[in-house]
């Protein structure tokens, strides 16, 4: 079979003007960026108020492997098989994240004939959304530490009659606002800035810092769940970037600095319009990492989907403690829509990992013999796929199984899988999904099941409401979600729990990051485990974002560059085209 | 008169299909980036390359105030002034970096009548060129670090035995490729990367580094100066990023990142296609800041331009010692192209900040009283407006003195200027450039005196040939260029320099970095001195983009936000309308 990029390469393009047509935009709702890529004008929402909102389809996933089990393969692959059924469906799905692009995990377009095109524009800058996040927030960060410097130079008094502000008093040791890259970078983790040459005071205050990736900015969560432009700006308003001598918060508003913010993400706020090799509108919008972000696309991109088409197919990261929980408790809230079907995509590899039989060690290569037939890792990684069938009927949502076919796989293992699910007593649906090798003609079962699934009622319902304590919120998804046995907080997060509430920041929702190799919080613990502890060493608050950040075991905000990165296979050919990108 | 972002807006702009044909440019030569902006195609050039060559005019300026003397404003305005008579003509412009944006000098599309359209997509991310800069710079930094993490853990043995690779064994101590960032952060100037929590060792070996601006990045030298991509990707793997344990070069190539940085900037090598407010077809391309870095806009831009038109109008930044200098020795000995005309930029403002009769700081605001009548101060700041005719003579080309108004300008004054510059014998032309309050209309006599001084014979000669030793292309910048008594270098740069003999780099140019405020190094010396020393503290070894870089006095390389910084002007308006912004 030819390379993900060859095949994306080879397949024929619709301008993006016909893709746009096609999808029910009208001329004046888009602005075209090159041939095959479109800017969507919110402008569309107002007009597309009054027509009917179509079915939100959910793809989420076992405890994946780190290189996945091809999740954005089946969301492209089921809208692509939805088309086949000639049902209007659109397709929305995040922006790559260039960490992963250059360093593991390589793009995130899907793969072989399920692949958004063209995927080479989809994995590098695609129209600049994590640029303007990136940029958006450092610029923050570079306010702070410039107004803590003016201040503090001369003090307080000097500042102000120099300035006409009033200083605002930032405790240079209480800032939360870290700066961010679009790099897996390790090195950045934690950094000291602000160094001066001996007996000089020209680089400002030494004060320890670091940088998250872009994807876990607070910005690109605000990107996620604003409804407009004017939300958004609202949003950016409320973030506390930082607390000031007396313990009061400080936000970018105070900073003078939340316009200009909105300002850099004036065009991140409209989503991305491309298509799929099948000719499939797929919308871009938000960004990756479910794990240490909310990591869903976004809630304009669904709502501007969800009234083109009949049918929306999107994904939440990693398995459904991760994307799909949030996808839930915090976007869902929100927008006040919920997924009508929730797809889980397995793949014998997959499970087989998370059987406990095999020494798997992240940042490893994952070994071939994955591939080869075992009848009991896969009855025993079969008890995760069961676990996360639970789990998104915990919410009420309907769920079909997606088997993701690899070539190497084995017909019997195959139907020794369906076998299993069909014999759960949920009922639940199950279909082997070939997007990968046949595109929306190797899905046609599955998006047959999944339609039929979202024609019944509706009973969603998310894990906690927003009113609720943080406590409550915490066990909530901890303990009912991931089925832990009891949470704990460290000291830190005592005080910064004990802190929020005198500020009054408790009807937030929360969001938990965490390792995704594991329902736990440990990563090594494969399959469906039970009894565990979720330790809870940090919150954040989150105040433009709406939420509050709970940094569980050891999980990090920073992924590093393994010892040979996915750059290395990438350049230009002679006539300057990408090889190597995946 | 309306502010700058009204003008704009006001303004009624040609669909940028209808700019690119009337620039010339076929279809399929450019792909549209919304209605306004284009990327150019460098397939145009193997079309256009039998076409005859324009003139090219370059724009410089006294010794700017720090905020500007209006050199795009008569770039754009001289630009539409030839297309009033009637004549092809492309502006050349660099893309605003967010930095100034956001702090001090706001943003670099012209102003007025004379200006790039829409100035607010120009001066933000336009086509995210600058992004991609800094994100192919911080991917090679990322590399580096995470190079030296997996070799020295477990040493390098086991690395190589690991990974497959030959250990680089890279001197954590001699890492030369510093981050970026595309702000003005004073804090990241000196920073400390890869700390740890005591007792553990993941986010890599603690070491000193700093962040320069993503105009300064040797990335962006190398846009600016590379003739097509091949030419790119070969730069970028000459880059040296550090020396290893035995002293030698480590590159890109070596990292085995070149690849992967030249796909990142394969997008940014195509000159974005603009308008100014008169229709006139603008090439934006490479970055800002001729103080620290090359500073001028693209070869293949004036590639391009030239080809498409009589005439080509471009900048370099600030007075005739900076971007100027750089265009004629760096640019043009690469290019082959030399420019027939130089323009140069005075005001009435500027050469009476100029005089040494007011006390001006840098970072300070510039007193009104800078424009009101004061003979004797025009007069004495004369002198600076003589030092850059006579400098851009030195090279053999023909200078005009655009006198560039402003509102506040008595005619007497006016006058005076433009008799003590027709008094001088050099034969020198001058003309009073309104094209800030009227557009071309107000630059026809500039044009015209232009258009005359380009029929001469071009008798161009850079000051320096690349095959001369180092110390003689030093000497030569800084004596016969600046007017300095001699040059000193710190023991740091002697030590570099006999480094990079060794090393075998000294065929390439020199880039000097220097305060932009004084012909010499020191910022608060004015008008035209001389007897100076210039002290050069540090080299740099640019070899991808072609030079050795020198910082010259107390120049810095990371810029930072005054009291009161630009950004505390923008927002956005009830409609999403963006103001604040000039």
């Known amino acids: 079979m030819l390379s993900d990029i060859d095949i994306c390469r080879n397949t024929p393009l619709s301008p993006i003007t016909e893709i746009a047509s096609k999808a029910g935009l009208l001329e004046g709702e888009y602005a075209s960026q090159g041939k095959f890529k479109a800017k969507v004008s919110l402008a569309s929402l107002k007009r597309l108020k009054q027509c009917d909102t179509g079915k939100l389809i959910l793809v989420t996933a076992i405890t994946p492997t780190p290189l996945g089990e091809g999740k954005t393969v089946t969301t492209i692959g089921l809208a692509q098989g939805i088309a086949k059924l000639n049902r209007s469906v659109t397709a929305c799905i995040r922006q790559p994240s260039m960490g992963p692009v250059f360093g593991v995990k390589g793009g995130a377009a899907g793969g072989g004939y399920s692949q958004v095109a063209p995927m080479e524009e989809l994995n590098l800058h695609l129209t600049g959304d994590i640029h ?7 610029l923050a960060a570079a306010a702070i530490d410039a107004r803590i410097y003016h201040e503090q130079r001369n003090g307080y008094d000097d500042f102000e009659a120099r300035s006409g502000l ?6 240079a040791k209480r800032v939360i606002w870290k700066r961010v890259m679009d790099h897996n970078d390790r090195a950045l ?18 004060r320890e810092d670091g940088f998250d990736i872009s994807a876990a900015s607070e910005l690109m969560a605000i990107l996620a769940l604003s409804t407009d432009l004017k939300d958004l700006r ?16 400080v936000t970018t508003e105070d900073l003078q600095v939340a316009g200009a913010m909105a300002v850099s993400m004036k065009e991140a706020i409209e989503p991305t319009l491309m298509q799929t090799l099948e000719g499939v509108p797929t919308l ?33 990261g990693f398995g459904s403690d991760m994307g799909f929980e949030k996808a839930c408790n915090i976007k869902a809230q929100v927008s006040g829509k919920a997924p009508d079907c929730a797809v889980i995509v397995a793949t014998l590899r997959g499970l087989k ?53 690899f070539p190497q796989d084995s017909e019997q293992e195959l139907q020794m899988l369906k076998e299993l699910v069909e014999s759960l007593p949920n009922n639940v649906e199950v279909a082997i999904s070939e997007g990968f090798a046949k595109g929306g003609a190797g899905t046609v079962e599955l998006a047959e099941k999944v339609m039929a699934q979202c024609e019944g009622q509706n009973r969603f319902a998310p894990l906690y409401q927003f009113e609720q304590t943080t406590e409550e919120k915490l066990m909530a998804v901890a303990e009912a979600g991931y089925g832990a046995a009891s949470i704990t907080l460290s000291n830190k997060a005592k005080q910064q729990l004990a802190d929020l509430k005198n500020h009054g920041y408790d009807q937030l929702a929360v969001c938990l990051a965490k390792t995704p190799l594991s329902i736990s919080t440990d990563g090594s613990i494969k399959g469906a485990p039970s009894g565990f502890e979720v330790h809870i060493r940090e919150l954040k608050l989150c105040a433009g ?8 075991g050891n999980v990090m905000t920073m992924p590093g560059l393994p010892d040979r990165p996915a750059f290395m296979n990438l350049d230009l050919d002679d006539h300057g085209n990408i090889i190597g990108l995946s």
Request: charged share 15%.
């Open 545 to 552: 974002a709406g939420f509050i950040y709970a940094l569980c």
């Open 132 to 138: 303007a996040v990136t940029a958006a927030h450092n």
């Open 353 to 405: 990992a998370n059987s406990g039989l095999y020494d798997l060690k992240p940042g490893q290569a994952i070994p071939d013999s994955l591939f080869e037939p075992d009848p009991n890792a896969l009855s025993a990684g079969f008890e995760n796929l069961k676990w996360h069938i639970n789990n998104v009927n915990k919410y009420g949502v309907p769920a079909v199984v997606a088997i993701n076919r």
């Open 189 to 206: 983790r934690m950094v000291t800035v602000g160094h001066n040459e001996p007996g000089k005071l020209i680089n400002g205050y030494e």
């Open 166 to 171: 009033t200083a605002l008093r930032i405790d």
């Open 284 to 316: 871009i919008h938000a960004g990756p990492f479910a794990n240490i972000a909310h990591g869903n696309s976004s809630i304009i991109a669904d709502n501007i989907a969800t009234k083109l088409s009949e049918f929306t197919v999107t994904e939440g």
């Open 234 to 249: 609202q949003r950016i308003g409320n973030i506390v970037v930082a607390y000031n001598t007396d313990g009061k918060p």
